[in-house]
């Protein structure tokens, strides 16, 4: 059973810093790997989708990276803003129709002006 | 493009009572839909997949069911709500047998049962 794991749970950090949150699963045998954004009361918005056969994938700031063998997935956040602070999920799909679809507990980030 | 709509945005309702959350999507045809739920401090939480109209397939035994009375619609419901039935849900869809172009997620029902 796929088990997805997120590090640290939360992270506070000064405007500008570049950081990076962790995404570990333990069965290296995933169709695709997508990180959201949650924001307090709100639902996830897709960050970056990253398939099985992709390394990384980039959307402005942020940068996705992946490593199927090592079952591991690192989310960079170049320059920080005050406007990134939410909650960020990482979630592991395991074949192709959705249904084992798994999410990581997410990591809080603080970003603070 | 594609939209999902879900409502109600909150909703506070006494224990026993029934509960009816909807959600649709537009813009595409016969895609999967799913109802996660996030509990406070949790992670979220597999309720109900659906690959098609009446076809519904439960992850958890509880108080909650599902149905797909549409194509493109998708409704939770219970006939007697429980304290533990709150809780943040999601309603979310991807392309029928495509996972790869990942979730599309709704805006989310706070549901309080009080």
């Known amino acids: 059973k796929q088990e997805v794991t997120q590090i640290p749970a939360a992270l506070s950090v000064p405007e500008g810093e570049n950081l990076v949150l962790n995404c570990s699963f333990t069965?290296?045998?995933?169709?695709?790997l997508q990180w959201f954004r949650q924001d307090p009361g709100k639902g996830l918005t897709s960050l970056l989708l990253?398939?099985?056969?992709?390394r990384e994938q980039t959307s402005g700031r942020l940068n996705a990276s992946l490593d199927k063998s090592s079952g591991r997935s690192t989310l960079y956040i170049a320059a920080s803003q005050p406007g990134d602070s939410a909650t960020y999920l990482c979630?592991?799909?395991?074949?192709?129709?959705?249904?084992?679809?798994?999410f990581g507990p997410g990591t809080r980030l603080s970003v603070l002006p | 493009s594609q939209t999902i709509h879900q409502w109600p945005a909150t909703l506070v309702q006494p224990v026993g009572s029934p509960l009816s959350l909807e959600c649709t999507v537009e813009?595409?045809?016969?895609?999967?839909l799913y109802w996660y739920r996030q509990a406070a401090g949790r992670g979220l939480q597999l309720l109900f997949y659906?690959?098609?109209?009446?076809?519904i397939s439960s992850e958890v035994p509880q108080n909650l069911s599902a149905s797909r009375p549409q194509d493109r619609q998708f409704i939770l419901s219970s006939k007697k709500l429980l304290l533990s039935d709150s809780g943040f849900y999601l309603c979310?869809?991807?392309?029928?047998?495509?996972?790869?172009?990942?979730?599309?997620f709704g805006s989310g029902t706070r549901l309080t049962v009080v």
């Open positions: 813009g595409t045809s016969n895609p999967n």
């Open positions: 979630a592991v799909g395991s074949d192709n129709y959705g249904q084992n679809f798994v």
């Open positions: 990253i398939q099985s056969s992709q």
């Open positions: 979310a869809w991807s392309v029928s047998g495509e996972i790869r172009r990942g979730y599309t």
């Open positions: 659906s690959v098609g109209i009446g076809q």
């Open positions: 069965d290296s045998a995933i169709y695709n």
